[in-house]
């Protein structure tokens, strides 16, 4: 038995509404599948306004754009996070200015973020880590008393819930990605929420390559024309066909993810109370949609020791983000500051197979192998 660490899951609906949108004649971007997905979550999740994007990288970069982010702005990320958080700032020559994370989970440690704003701060940029909300009260009240911007990166969290409320809902703008790691896939894909309506208007331009046309084809004005910076943010209409497919499954995908989610916590909970490692710890604001299961060892040597087992048995279990602020790019940049917590996560984090095919056998082989690791490990 074979078990990768992720498989893109096709729910057999994808290539007849990708042939709909080639019958349709026009499968350039904000086409007829766009639409529908823009629908989709603005109705589901009450997003103000949605915009699909190639990736969510994408909609980062449109974030820092909306924000009018220039050389000097200083942005507060999580240290602890994909590339592309930070990028999107970095390409507009701001200051990645990096928070450490929560001991008990890998999101950004709200508590440590005042003495790290200043009169050059513009935004803060959280990570709900496995789509586990961030504490967003602490956040959006931190940002109203210094008028700072809160945006999600929300590439984890499609229907996760911080208190009730959609994850990407709250921040001033929010970004998911479809890559084909994450929960529903269309590839590469992503969107941009835009939940302050003051960007609305802007943030449609940006995407149409700095124009009004999007204004145009609803007949608003009479002739589109180039009337701000922008660039082509929008997906073909393809990739929203296939995205559209992955919607009308959604249900059923989050219910199986969940059910796999829960089997991991249940047969691993001996395990953590063993002592040998620390489950995911979701916080009673937060709730849990099944994006990854992660375990958290108290040294990194047993996670390698483990990561090598596993592997023997043709099992990939993998680690996660190395810590941004000390990677070759940026260590140079950085201001020195000791993150501790998330270069010991980045060093003792282990994310186990999960993808919505892991048959109830697969994920036994998975989880006898751990067991018995454990085990030979006791002797
Ligand atoms: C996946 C991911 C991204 C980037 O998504 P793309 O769609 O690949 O650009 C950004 N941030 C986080 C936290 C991610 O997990």
Not at 63 to 80: C, S
Not at 95 to 106: L, T
Not at 137 to 151: E, G
């Amino acid at each position: 038995m074979k078990i990768p660490f992720n498989k893109p899951y096709l729910t057999g609906k994808e290539t007849k509404y990708i042939q709909d949108a080639i019958n349709s004649g026009k499968i350039s971007g904000n086409g007829l599948f766009t639409k529908k997905c823009h629908k989709y979550f603005e109705e589901r999740y009450g997003f103000n306004k949605c915009l699909l994007t190639s990736n969510c990288s994408n909609a980062l970069e449109m974030t820092a754009l909306l924000l009018d982010v220039q050389q000097g702005d200083e942005i507060i990320i999580p240290a602890f996070t994909f590339v592309s958080t930070a990028n999107a700032f970095i390409l507009r020559g701001a200051k990645i200015v990096f928070a450490d994370i929560e001991k008990e989970r890998p999101n950004i440690d709200v508590t440590t973020l005042e003495p790290l704003i200043n009169e050059k701060t513009k935004a803060i940029v959280v990570v709900h880590y496995a789509g586990m909300a961030c504490d967003m009260d602490a956040v959006m009240a931190l940002a109203k008393k210094y008028s700072l911007y809160v945006i999600e990166d929300a590439a984890h969290s499609l229907d996760a819930y911080y208190k009730n409320r959609p994850l990407g809902s709250i921040g001033h703008l929010s970004t998911f990605s479809f890559h084909e790691t994450k929960n529903i896939i269309s590839g590469e894909g992503g969107m941009l929420v835009i939940n302050d309506a003051q960007f609305c208007e802007r943030a449609e331009i940006i995407w149409e390559k700095g124009t009004n046309r999007s204004a145009f084809f609803r007949g608003e004005i009479d002739k589109y024309t180039w009337v701000d910076v922008g660039s082509s943010f929008l997906p073909s209409d393809i990739i929203a066909a296939f995205l559209y497919a992955q919607l009308e499954s959604f249900e059923n995908i989050q219910k199986k993810r969940i059910a796999i989610w829960n089997r991991y916590f249940n047969a691993m909970q001996p395990l953590a109370q063993q002592g040998f490692f620390n489950l995911p710890n979701i916080p009673d604001y937060a709730m849990n949609n099944a994006h990854m299961f992660y375990i958290i060892f108290e040294d990194a040597d047993l996670r390698t020791q483990l990561i090598q087992y596993l592997k023997q048995k043709h099992i990939l279990a993998v680690f996660h983000y190395l810590p941004l602020h000390l990677s070759p790019f940026y260590k140079d940049k950085h201001d020195g500051r000791l993150l501790p917590v998330t270069v010991n996560t980045s060093d003792c984090l282990l994310r186990l197979p999960f993808y919505y095919e892991l048959q109830e056998q697969e994920q036994n082989f998975v989880i006898e192998h751990i067991k018995m690791f454990f085990e030979d490990k006791s002797k």
